[in-house]
């Protein structure tokens, strides 16, 4: 994936002012075991490299709070707050680590982390709310610099983002026109700016105005017709933002970007990503690894309770869908009775569910029948530790650690075409909708959020993911 310039420079300004940040802690007050040659021992000294790691963790938060999207980079007061809070908590985990870890190289005193947090505070603030935001907006100004863009759509939300453009254009937008099969081509849609194709034609657009980015704001589409416009444009070389109203749901339950307040969902491009894929299926490996080493004593107590009080196997072993169609057999710790998956009426009413039909009390988005859970079921399943097992089938290949939820044969059967897309890349432990809403919400809204997922997938977006499904699995929300 392609990451803007701006996101790429701001990220390596705050690893510096952070990595600065604790050196000069440390010299301050003068508990740094830095001697001699500083290229020859001080980069590759303990300290170093302890504060490396330091910076990088403390990126991953700026990152988890949203401080790389631009509608926080171009504010004063939400940026600096947000820096803050996340500075605050960077600094009380370097205090509890300081504690434990008796080293001559980590923070031991008050002081210090004191100065470390000062320093970095008024560093990073100083860089980017009042060096880099105003050099941007500036930057962004000059003709020279500006982005070309088109509005896939005519309706009130491609109007939207026209009127909005031409009232404080702080993004640097050169609007060029509309893109619409509404309008015949040349009509004009707003002010000056007129259609300058049809949808079928945006590969010729771009290439012919030399668009860089696409605004899709289609409000008078179904999602098969949204998701064929989203194939045409990831197909150009221009960026493509997702502002219809079928993806509503995204910024509803997502913090995403937005350009004047209006929210947006940046999906990549079809780019040749076989690193990033590779880095991935790594994490997958080592994470699964880990994870049933290090959760190898609360699975066999798992083990035991289950066994004890309910007849029956103690795993369930289920055939699902994986990704591009292909079945493979799915692992959970058994949390219901003996013969509820043959279930006939659960059956209806998923489908039925999948196909819009049936309405869930609540919006909840599992459709299960509550009588034939067991004690420890409930329990189990609550908090999701009834999928851990699922460790193994990420260990074999056939899942990862983060991605769409694999479906049962018979739910993928009542898929519609555009559903199948969750299934282009390889089913997940865990995903955005288990963390964002989980069991609420009808099921275009989930698949509209795995499809987020996929269009933004990195090993940084699966880290979040992964953070962020802790607390929900420890509090159970939206469990069941």
């Not at 004009?188 to 259609?195: D, F, K």
């Not at 790594?282 to 699964?288: K, R």
């Not at 279930?343 to 039909?357: A, E, L, V």
Request: glycine content about 6%.
């Amino acid at each position: 994936m392609k990451y803007p310039a701006y996101k790429i420079v701001l990220v390596i300004l705050d690893f510096f002012f952070l990595r600065l940040s604790f050196s000069v802690a440390m010299q301050l007050k003068g508990v740094s075991h830095v001697q001699g040659d500083l290229v020859k021992y001080y980069l590759f000294s303990p300290e170093f490299f302890t504060f490396f790691i330091f910076s990088l963790l403390i990126v991953l938060i700026f990152q988890s709070r949203n401080l790389y999207k631009m509608n926080i980079i171009l504010t004063q007061a939400k940026q600096s707050v947000i820096i803050f809070i996340c500075l605050a908590y960077a600094t009380i985990g370097l205090t509890v680590v300081a504690f434990f870890v008796r080293s001559p190289w980590i923070i031991d005193s008050r002081l210090a982390v004191a100065y470390f947090a000062a320093f970095s505070f008024v560093s990073i603030i100083l860089c980017r709310v009042f060096v880099f935001t105003p050099l941007y907006i500036r930057m962004n100004k000059n003709a020279m610099n500006r982005k070309k863009v088109v509005i896939v759509g005519s309706g009130i939300p491609a109007k939207s983002f026209a009127v909005e453009m031409g009232i404080g254009n702080v993004y640097g937008f050169q609007m060029l026109g509309f893109v619409t099969d509404e309008i015949p081509v040349g009509n004009v849609v707003y002010e000056s700016y007129a259609v300058l194709g049809k949808v079928s034609d945006i590969s010729t657009i771009v290439n012919t105005h030399s668009v860089d980015e696409i605004i899709i704001a289609e409000s008078g589409v179904n999602y098969d017709e949204l998701m064929h416009i989203i194939d045409l444009c990831r197909n150009t070389t221009a960026h493509i933002n997702v502002a219809s109203p079928l993806f509503e749901v995204v910024h509803k339950k997502f913090t995403v970007d937005s350009y004047f307040d209006l929210p947006i969902a940046h999906l990549k491009k079809v780019d040749d990503e076989s690193f990033m894929w590779a880095i991935k299926r790594g994490i997958d490996i080592i994470g699964s690894l880990l994870g049933l080493i290090i959760l190898s004593i609360p699975l066999l107590f798992i083990v035991m309770l289950i066994k004890l009080t309910s007849p029956g196997p103690v795993f369930y072993k289920q055939v699902r869908v994986g990704k591009h169609g292909r079945q493979f057999n799915f692992y959970k710790f058994r949390s219901m009775r003996v013969g509820s998956d043959q279930d006939k009426d659960r059956i209806k009413k998923m489908q039925s569910f999948i196909k819009g039909t049936l309405s869930n009390e609540n919006g909840n988005s599992k459709v299960i029948n509550e009588l034939m859970v067991t004690t420890v079921g409930k329990f189990i399943r609550k908090t999701s530790i009834d999928e851990l097992p699922q460790l193994i089938n990420v260990l074999k290949g056939e899942m990862s650690l983060v991605g769409p939820r694999p479906c049962l044969p018979y739910e993928y059967e009542a898929y519609d075409e555009w559903h199948k897309r969750r299934l282009s890349v390889l089913p997940g432990c865990t995903g955005l909708w288990q963390v964002s809403s989980r069991a609420e919400g009808d099921f275009d809204d989930m698949v509209v959020l795995d499809l987020y997922y996929i269009g933004n997938i990195s090993p940084t977006f699966d880290l979040q993911l992964i953070l962020r499904t802790i607390p929900v699995m420890i509090f159970g929300r939206g469990g069941k």
